[in-house]
């Protein structure tokens, strides 16, 4: 089995703009630094020049703003994005009004954005990048909350992607909702798309479709646990990462769209569910995720999943 490795990808440059020549790496001569006890990957300014061989089966540590343009045309099967929520929560702790435990949400600065505009703007370039990346069949799954789903849907079709459906991803262990001012809010959804309308002979494994739904029809509601017990990843009794999707959301996304030795490319990967799951479906896959502590963290779990 190949060994993840992360590439270092400092930018310095805002997330927004359009990429800048590649950054020289400290003390080298090439863009990208390996890691410690990685293997360096050497990256070309010329676009033809990357070999696919060079991206898969790894995570990319850096911007997907900025990595993104600089992999080849045409080099993902099936791409799964799990972009920032943008909730907007206040600055401070929250509290339930009667029982004052505190509120979990997700209040990481990866989240945070001055505006919708500036929401906006991430998305339209990140899905544009994206698209480039796409083979001509390949297919596209965005997930997200009532916070942000409808802000990507009507971003895709603007940017021309032909939504196949959406998916209910209904999970049996919600978080009550105490408050009693609102319904409980129990889904995600899943927006899955190819590029334009006219692509034909995307994958759909039917059978799969029909096992994950309940009942004999493929069903787009999809009944799975949040991710907790022993997948969870904690550091000191703490979540690592607010949003780790289960795995078995990954499974049922990867095994329906894909075919094996397909390559999967998640360019927001958080913790790598999906790298995890592609790897154990036998799936190559391409990750990009920007904070360090994450990358480790999907080091880790590729290992341990190369190794069970
Ligand atoms: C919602 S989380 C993904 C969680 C993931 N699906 C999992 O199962 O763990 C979004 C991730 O995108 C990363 N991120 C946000 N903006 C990024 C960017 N411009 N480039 C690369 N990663 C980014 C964040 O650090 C965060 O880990």
């Known amino acids: 089995m190949d ?6 990808f400092s930018n310095g440059v ?25 293997e360096g990957v050497r990256f070309s300014e010329e676009h033809e020049d990357f070999p696919a061989e060079h991206f898969l089966d790894r995570v990319l540590h850096g911007d997907a703003l900025h990595i993104l343009p600089r992999l080849p045309e045409s080099l993902a099967d099936m791409v799964f994005i799990d972009p920032p929520y943008f909730l907007q929560l206040p600055r401070k702790s929250l509290k339930r009004w009667k029982v004052r435990t505190e509120v979990n949400g997700v209040d990481e600065e990866w989240d945070r954005f001055g505006s919708f505009e500036e929401y906006d703007r991430f998305l339209r370039q990140l899905l544009t990048e994206v698209r ?19 802000r990507i849907g009507a971003i895709l079709q603007d940017l021309g992607y ?3 459906n959406d998916v209910i991803w209904f999970k049996s262990n919600a978080m009550p909702n ?46 799975i646990p949040v991710c907790n017990g022993k997948e969870r990843l904690k550091v000191n009794g703490q ?12 499974q049922r996304v990867i095994a329906v769209s894909t075919n094996p030795g397909d390559v999967v490319l998640d360019p927001l990967a958080g913790t790598g569910t999906t790298g995890v799951v592609a790897r154990r479906l036998g799936r190559r896959f391409v990750l990009i995720e920007r904070e360090e502590r994450y990358v480790e963290a999907i080091e880790r779990r590729l290992e341990e999943e190369t190794n069970h």
């Open 3 to 8: 060994k993840a490795v992360a590439s270092s």
């Open 14 to 38: 805002e997330p927004t703009s359009p990429p800048a020549p590649l950054p020289q790496g400290e003390g080298s001569d090439t863009p990208f630094l390996a890691r410690e006890g990685g």
């Open 132 to 150: 480039r990346v796409m083979k001509p069949k390949a297919t596209l799954w965005v997930i997200g909350t009532y916070h942000n789903i409808h």
């Open 162 to 164: 032909w939504i196949l």
């Open 178 to 223: 105490w408050l009693n001012v609102r319904f409980t809010n129990a889904t995600e959804t899943l927006i899955w798309a190819v590029k334009e309308r006219s692509v034909k002979g995307y994958t759909f494994h039917a059978e799969i479709a029909r096992g994950c739904s309940e009942g004999r029809l493929a069903l787009n509601v999809w009944r």
């Open 239 to 250: 979540k690592l990462h607010p949003t780790q999707k289960p795995e078995a959301l990954l």
